[in-house]
Nanobody, 123 residues
Framework: VQLVESGGGLVHPGGSLRLSCVAS????????MGWYRQVPGKERELVAT???????IYSESVKARFTISRDNAKNTVSLLMNSLKPEDTAVYYC??????????????????WGQGIQVTVSS
């Protein structure tokens, strides 16, 4: 199973970006998907996650500015980031809790991560 992010880059303060992530591979189903971020010297932190039933969790720092969405049919998750601030600068990682089918046809849940994508907010 692979998660591949896209959409990062450089944006001015107050601007917007949309991150996207697609999951592929031997996927039976996906329990939840979302986004975390990390800056050098700090732990990876939750940004937003979305689960079955469209249940969403946001960190307090992004709650009023970011919107997470998911396309179950395409195994994708997106993050629309508005009103970006310099403190949003980080490497953003896509996360997925995936039920995969192994070679013995057994089903297992496992967390997967994307490779990370840089978001820089600067004037």
């Amino acid at each position: 199973v692979q998660l591949v992010e896209s959409g990062g880059g450089l944006v001015h303060p107050g601007g917007s970006l949309r991150l996207s992530c697609v999951a592929s591979g031997s996927i039976f189903s996906i329990n939840g998907m979302g986004w975390y971020r990390q800056v050098p010297g700090k732990e990876r932190e939750l940004v937003a996650t979305i689960f079955e039933g469209d249940r969403k969790i946001y960190s307090e720092s992004v709650k009023a500015r970011f919107t997470i969405s998911r396309d179950n049919a395409k195994n994708t998750v997106s993050l629309l980031m508005n009103s970006l601030k310099p403190e949003d600068t980080a490497v953003y990682y896509c996360w997925g809790n995936v039920i995969y089918r192994d070679d013995d046809d057994q089903l297992w849940p496992r967390d997967y991560w994307g490779q990370g994508i840089q978001v820089t907010v600067s004037s």
